[in-house]
């Protein structure tokens, strides 16, 4: 194993010297070649797929939660044109929710806010949109999912009827279901109501907030897309009416099903700005840090390089992932500025070796040097990077997987053009430095041992180099100030007891922080801090979180395959696993479950003398199920 690494290091180091060697005889096929190359794959950002569904970017490609919904499509697949129930929807389709709160009083029950609510019913409701081939033009109603022949309707708008009544307090509203004693319609409050307060005999005495839903069909990939165009009229309309301040007695909030998608996109882009100052500062650091006393030596615009290596080879990284058909999603924006550190890295050790060769070699040899020296090194921090990235390739999620390979496709680049432009730019730096060249104007110089007769400035900002006569002059041969200091200074203090005891008190101060960090941590994520803060769906999150936590979700409860549903041992069986969900302190109460086992052996057995039938063998129970249950009005 040792003789193994052994000999890669030996060979390693071979070929990079050759390579230096190659570089400095011929810089202007490494500048130009990796320059052409950047611009080829630049261009493949000409077909960049976005890809910004939550769903699909974070969630596990093969979770159960994705086998169990296959399952229950494959027994139950939605009909949004015809047979809409909301009750057992299992992806969010497309959709607009509208919550209401009063503005200026502290209940939603009054004549002149349902007034206010009908009015924004019909906004949303005559909100148009143009699409298809024949620039068909269509409203809600053209759109809707439909139950048969009828809209899911917001029958909680009825209650305009009664309003006065109840507002008046002469009709009384029973949570958590009512008739509507005008219309009939069986209102389910805790659909529609957020907050809501009642007193001890479960009469509704406080409506704080109130919310609408307005589903469209979404069963083809056309209608899906169509409906994703509504949602944008629904959301302008709605926000149009509330900016204008149309509503004098109701506040809104919207959100469409492409919401979070868009504002979590939209706020991952929030860092594109900084990429410009981000670079700047990187390459400021770059080019002060390269920089020394000595006017020939200070390599400033290697510094600056150094970053335009990272830089192009990134964006080129990312044209040739974007050619290979990889999708692109927002958190990629975070990778240009771990690569722009990592080719730094790369660049300051380049440097570091050359600063390491003699000065008075020629280019050639100590380029190659430089490289054989470097490169081994850098070789290794690129592998291993590499491997971090494609060990993440195998990662469930595939945002995970998307942002790793767009890494390491970065990293295999920078390592690249380091090895071929970045080393060009070397071997140009290295003719200008051996020909006596100051490091930024290129104009030849002085070195400091022959320009005792020049003016101040020309010692200052000018001079540098060595005498080639005289190359060995201590006066043009200093030492870098800073490894001076971290020699003599530094070290010197690292190795004195009390420092070593501070140091390891400081650090265990951190480790015991980070420890104490650990337990502190919090699971979840508030949906507010995934939209930018100007967001119009910040607004609606908070009313969400605050108003409608009570009863937030649907549980679906599938039993796959074939059961005597006849027999009353399996009635019984699944009876008592209704029950032990309906036992959960995470569930509400029984009153909103929804069995239809339970519903159907119960109205029969309650109405066995006026049916006149009987339901305990096979033929009787799907003839009764058949009969007097699966008709057309119910689910």
């Known amino acids: 194993m040792t003789c193994g690494i052994e000999c890669i290091d030996k060979w390693l180091t071979k070929a990079f010297y050759r390579l230096g060697h190659v570089v400095a005889k011929h810089p202007g096929y490494f500048l130009i070649v990796p320059v052409f190359l950047t611009i080829i794959c630049i261009t493949g950002f000409q077909r960049v797929q976005f890809e910004i569904d939550p769903e699909y970017l974070f969630s596990p490609e093969h979770g159960p939660g994705k086998t169990e919904r296959a399952i229950v ?6 009909n949004y044109s015809s047979l809409f129930n909301p009750t057992r929807i299992t992806r969010p389709g497309r959709f607009g929710r509208v919550i209401v ?5 502290r209940t939603m029950l009054s004549v002149e806010i349902w007034k206010e609510l009908r009015v924004l019913d019909d906004i949303i409701r005559n909100a148009t949109i143009t699409w298809g081939p024949e620039n068909t033009i269509y409203k809600y109603d053209d759109i809707c999912a439909r139950w048969i022949d009828q809209c899911f309707p917001n029958d909680i708008l009825n209650l305009d009827y009664v309003m006065e009544d109840v507002a008046n307090g002469t009709l009384k509203l029973t949570f958590p279901i009512m008739f509507n004693p005008v219309t009939w319609d069986a209102h389910t409050f805790p659909v529609y109501f957020g907050g809501t307060e009642i007193d001890e005999d479960g009469l509704i005495t406080r409506v704080p907030a109130l919310q609408l839903v307005y589903f469209v069909t979404a069963d083809t990939k056309a209608q899906d897309q169509r409906g994703s165009v509504w949602e944008e009229a629904f959301l302008n309309a709605v926000g149009k009416a509330e900016d204008s301040g149309r509503f004098q007695h109701i506040s809104t909030a919207r959100f469409g099903s492409r919401t979070l998608d868009i504002e979590l996109e939209n706020n991952t882009r929030t860092v594109v700005p900084y990429f410009s100052s981000a670079f700047i500062l990187m390459a400021v650091f770059s080019i002060v840090t390269c920089m020394m006393t000595d006017w020939v030596r200070s390599k400033p615009m290697l510094g600056l390089m150094g970053n335009v290596s990272a830089a192009m080879a990134t964006v080129a990284a990312f044209g040739f992932a974007i050619y290979m058909g990889i999708p692109f999603i927002g958190i990629n924006f975070v990778s240009p500025f771990l690569m722009c550190s990592i080719g730094i890295d790369d660049t300051f050790v380049m440097l570091a070796a050359w600063r390491r060769t003699p000065v008075t070699m020629d280019v050639p040899e100590r380029l190659a040097r430089t490289l054989s020296d470097a490169a081994v090194s850098i070789t290794i921090t690129s592998v291993t990077d590499i491997v ?3 060990i ?3 990662s ?21 053009w380091h090895l071929t432009f970045f080393s060009a730019c070397m071997a140009l730096a290295g003719y200008a430095e051996h020909n006596n060249r100051h490091s930024i104007t290129c104009v030849k110089v002085k070195p400091v041992s022959m320009s005792d007769k020049e003016s101040w400035l020309y010692r200052v900002f000018c001079s540098g180099g060595v005498n080639p006569k005289d190359p060995g002059n201590p006066r043009d041969n200093p030492d870098n100030a800073i490894m001076v200091w971290c020699r003599n200074s530094l070290g010197w203090a690292l190795n004195q007891w009390y420092i070593k005891i501070m140091v390891l008190l400081v650090f265990a101060g951190y480790l015991a922080g980070a420890m104490y ?11 507010r801090k995934l939209s930018k803060p100007d967001s119009y769906s910040i607004e609606f999150y908070d009313r969400d979180d605050f108003y409608f936590r009570e009863f937030p979700y649907r549980i679906q409860v599938i039993i796959s395959g074939e059961l005597d549903y006849w027999n009353v041992n399996v009635q019984d069986q699944i009876e008592n696993l209704t029950k032990t969900f309906e ?14 086992v339970r519903s159907f052996v119960n109205y029969v057995n309650r109405n066995q003398e006026e049916l006149n039938v009987t339901i305990d063998t096979r033929e009787s129970f799907l003839q009764t199920l058949n009969d ?4 057309k009005p119910n689910p």
Do not use: D, N
Request: with cysteine; net charge positive.
């Open 396 to 416: 469930p999620f595939p945002a995970i997987q998307i942002f790793c390979l767009y890494s390491g496709f970065a990293v295999c680049f920078i390592f690249v």
């Open 73 to 78: 499509e494959s027994h139950f697949k939605m």
């Open 101 to 105: 709160i009063p503005k200026h009083s």
């Open 517 to 527: 960090g650990t337990t502190t941590i919090q699971e979840g994520l508030q949906r």
């Open 583 to 596: 036992s959960s302190p995470f569930i509400s109460t029984p009153l909103y479950t929804e069995s239809w």
């Open 392 to 394: 993440g390739k195998f």
């Open 388 to 390: 971090s990235f494609c």
């Open 628 to 631: 007097l249950w699966l008709f």
